[in-house]
């Protein structure tokens, strides 16, 4: 099968490789390439800046929010590119890809005004507060609680795995705000500034060495009542609404991230004589396939239309695929590594095909385990009987 893009799309195209190039090759050379989100903070804030001046930060926005309305053939261009010229993870996207499209689907006019500029020319970093200890795949199972007084929220409670929440401006908060509720009810989507008296974020260091992972405390932390997305005990529907944007044109993206780490198992095992080796070949030749598949999926939810209304079911098995096909590759570096794959370097900081394959054991388990994952397939996308509850 062969997908391509209109021929009038090739000057778009240019553009954004000609800009990403001469960025990435000239004042953001040093961040070129690199894999985490919270390395050399002030210049990744400088990055988002410049891709936000430059209206490329947020290219399917409308332009009156700093975007370019562009199409989705376009969005996808552009995310192809970005990963194309090994850019590093963008320490915004949550705002970006999640969070700002949220507001522009279901947010009010104020809220948009206030919010999204800053987003937009990246003058502001969000972090999530949905998983907490004890419930971090059951996201309806929320103790953090919030109440209401006067023109305000008071916020106590825990949130876990925030990833970002060391250096993040803002979160956006699901918390229980009617009492006594339980499940999915009751439940309400606040935007809560992290920089106040009453929010804690402490860094989680994992097995990588790297810190990207928060837990965050709410104690007596304020959050304005203008501040929350839709109405009261409706934060549920918010939260949903979130989580299909993750489903959008950033998976393309995320993709040309896994080519770039294939291409560079597939060289060092071309180096190291692996390539030779007739079990290797067939697990690359495997990766290579799943790697189309996974393409062809994304470009089919896209081609659904409106993520952010009703999932498909291309959409709901997404991150169940992905998941599972990454930690494959990651084994499959490590096997190709071979010895050298366990030497950190820099300082103990690990290669970034080690780190991929570390990191990869969690892609099963945070955004909903595999378990999970199916649980939702099921019952969602096949409207399959409900796995009985206690």
């Known amino acids: 099968m062969q997908l391509a893009f209109a021929p009038e799309l ?42 936000g001046e430059a209206r490329w930060s947020v290219v399917g926005w409308p332009e009156q929010w700093g975007g370019r309305n562009a ?22 996207h949550l705002g970006v890809e999640l969070l700002g499209p949220t507001l522009i689907a ?15 020319r990246g003058r502001a970093i969000w972090c999530q507060g949905y998983s907490e200890p004890g419930a971090g795949s059951d996201l309806a199972n929320v103790k ?32 229980r705000t009617t009492p006594g509720s339980v499940g999915n009810k009751g439940l ?3 935007m809560v500034p992290m920089d106040q008296p009453g929010v804690d974020a402490r860094p989680i260091r994992q097995m990588t060495g790297e810190a990207e992972f928060a837990e965050v405390f709410f104690d007596g932390a304020e959050a304005l009542a203008i501040d929350r997305i839709g109405e009261e ?58 790697l189309k598949i996974m393409r062809y999926n994304g470009l089919r939810m896209l081609s659904d239309g409106d993520t952010s209304a009703t999932l498909s079911g291309a959409a709901y098995t997404y991150k169940l695929y992905w998941s599972r096909w990454h930690v494959a590759l990651g084994e499959l570096a490590m096997e190709v590594m071979g010895q050298h794959g366990e030497i950190g370097v820099n300082d103990e900081r690990m290669n970034s095909l080690t780190t991929m394959y570390l990191m990869s054991r969690s892609d099963t388990i945070y955004a909903g385990t595999d378990q999970i994952q199916r649980n939702i397939i099921s019952e969602r996308a096949l409207n399959m009987p409900r796995e009985p509850r206690g």
């Not at 104020?110 to 937009?120: G, N, T, V, Y």
């Not at 008071?154 to 803002?170: E, L, V």
């Not at 944007?245 to 995320?254: C, I």
């Open 10 to 51: 090739k000057a778009f195209r240019q553009e954004a490789a000609d800009w990403l190039d001469a960025q990435l090759a000239g004042p953001f050379q040093s961040i070129r390439g690199q894999t985490n989100q919270i390395d050399n903070v002030e210049e990744r804030r400088a990055w988002e800046a410049a891709l």
């Open 71 to 92: 199409s989705i053939a376009q969005q996808i261009i552009f995310a192809e590119e970005y990963a194309r010229a090994k850019g590093p993870p963008r320490a915004g």
């Open 106 to 120: 279901l947010g009010n006019e104020d809220q948009k005004a206030r919010f999204l500029p800053d987003i937009a």
């Open 144 to 175: 953090t609680k919030a109440r209401l007084e006067g023109d305000r929220y008071i916020i106590d409670g825990q949130k876990i795995w925030t990833s970002m929440g060391t250096i993040a401006d803002w979160c956006f908060v699901v918390a």
């Open 188 to 190: 309400s989507f606040l």
């Open 233 to 290: 005990g409706e934060g549920w529907k918010v939260a949903m609404a979130l989580l299909g944007f993750e489903r959008g044109v950033s998976t393309l993206a995320q993709q040309m991230h896994f080519r770039n780490e294939l291409d560079e198992i597939i060289a060092i095992a071309k180096a190291n004589g692996k390539a030779t080796d007739p079990l290797i070949r067939q697990k690359i030749a495997n990766a290579h396939a799943g």
